[in-house]
């Protein structure tokens, strides 16, 4: 069983940056795909990036591409992501996931989930 613990979250202003962070203990950390979600008011959660257990392979979807970062630290059983260039759209309740499997990008796919951290972008 892995837990995991969300932080970093809060209220900043569009063009900002934030760093998310995600603790996780009770499990191998390092044979774990990490991934980041987010849920926007009133929509479905969805993926926004994830990393393997190596950091060989980092992958995220579009609408992020040059802004959101995913990276971990094994040694230190964190992973992080670097939002950088905020914009209003951003705003959502980011969780972070543990999946079994490569290349997870659904929900269906993540094992483990924290309980979420809000990132409010003002504009």
């Known amino acids: 069983q892995v837990q995991l613990v969300e932080s970093g979250g809060g209220l900043v202003q569009a063009g900002d940056s934030l760093r998310l962070s995600c603790a996780a203990s009770?499990?191998?950390?390092?044979?774990?795909?990490m991934g980041w979600f987010r849920q926007a008011p009133g929509k479905e959660r969805e993926f926004v990036a994830g990393?393997?257990?190596?950091?060989?392979?980092?992958y995220c979807t579009d609408s992020v591409k040059g802004r959101l970062t995913i990276s971990r630290d094994n040694a230190k059983n964190t992973v992080h992501l670097q939002m950088n260039s905020l914009k209003s759209e951003d705003t959502a309740v980011y969780y972070c996931?543990?999946?079994?499997?490569?290349?997870?990008?659904?929900?269906?796919?993540?094992?483990?989930w924290g309980q979420g951290t809000q990132v409010t972008v003002s504009s």
């Open positions: 996931a543990a999946s079994r499997l490569s290349m997870a990008t659904t929900r269906r796919e993540y094992n483990y």
């Open positions: 009770g499990g191998t950390f390092s044979s774990y795909t």
């Open positions: 990393i393997d257990w190596s950091s060989a392979s980092r």
